[in-house]
């Protein structure tokens, strides 16, 4: 499923990368400053979807016993199943982990809990799907597929502005997956006899899949605005919001239109009680 806090939601390389870097003024992120809640970040969440409909579904097909038993020799199928099921409850949690991050509890100038839990999960989640196309793929393809991966996380985190973060992380969800989708599609083990069933199986899986999101959707609108902001509001207790030292809370003039008139939708923009510090408190 950031950037300068380096919170990122986003699949990939582990964030002690990114702060050694950080660190070390080889890159400066900045996405920190102008980060906010913005609908089209937290629909991108949803291109996780994709790998992890592509991981079932291939799943499916090796758990399929009459597929299996026809795998030719050396399928390595009881160390790929393995792989594909963890990997694709790992891209399923990434929606939810990016959601939370990238546009429940965000807020500019701020790490939160959400967002450290979503990078790190991203990380482990990158890190098993490397591990596993390593197994299927050559060492150029795979270093260029993490290449492609980690060029979209440094981009995003690199932001100068709002609506250039929006449009870079939304990217970066794009991007990773996409990248991760290839990656589960690509040298599937006993390909000649996969392939017969895994168009089938892709639309199935596709299908439950935009079900359940439909359902939550309606489900969400049902509930009412009230109790969407109870729900925030306890999910907020654990949101620990810090402002790193040294973080400039400043913004220009057209990024703070821009992410009022974005987040205005925003549950956290809504719903902050009185008693919470709001970004204006900490400046």
């Not at 597929?67 to 990434?94: E, F, K, M, W």
């Not at 999960?121 to 390593?134: E, G, N, R």
């Not at 439909?214 to 925030?232: M, V």
């Not at 913004?251 to 703070?256: L, M, V, Y």
Request: proline share 4%; glycine share 6%; charged share 15%.
């Amino acid at each position: 499923v950031g950037s300068g806090e380096l919170r990122q939601s986003s699949p990939l390389l582990g964030m002690s990368f990114a702060n050694v870097l950080h660190s070390l003024g080889v890159l400066r992120f900045t996405a920190i400053q102008h980060w906010d809640a913005h609908p089209a970040v937290c629909l991108s969440s949803l291109c996780f979807a994709a790998p992890a409909v592509a991981y079932v579904a291939v799943s499916c097909c090796f758990a399929d016993l009459s597929a299996r038993d026809a795998l030719p020799p050396g399928s390595n199928v009881n160390v790929q199943l393995p792989l594909y099921i963890l990997l694709s409850v790992l891209y399923t949690a990434c929606i939810a982990t990016c959601a939370l991050a990238d546009y429940a509890y965000i807020r500019r100038g701020h790490r939160s809990l959400y967002g450290k839990v979503d990078i790190r999960f991203a990380t482990s989640t990158f890190l098993v799907s490397i591990f596993d196309f390593s197994l299927r793929a050559s060492a150029v393809e795979t270093v260029g597929l993490t290449l492609v991966a980690l060029s979209a996380f440094f981009y995003s985190g690199l932001s100068k502005s709002f609506k250039e973060w929006v449009l870079r992380h939304s990217l970066w969800h794009v991007i990773a997956g996409a990248d991760a989708t290839y990656a589960a599609l690509r040298h599937v083990p006993g390909e000649g006899v996969i392939e017969k069933l895994l168009l089938g199986a892709l639309v199935r899986v596709a299908l439950v899949y935009c079900a359940v999101l439909a359902l939550l959707f309606l489900g969400a609108l049902l509930l009412g605005e009230y109790r969407r902001g109870l729900i925030w509001n306890c999910g907020a207790e654990w949101a620990s919001w810090v402002a790193p030292p040294g973080t400039d809370l400043t913004d220009d003039a057209s990024s703070s239109c821009a992410s009022a008139s974005s987040s205005s939708s925003s549950p956290a923009s809504r719903q902050l009680s009185e008693d919470e510090p709001t970004t204006a408190d900490y400046a």
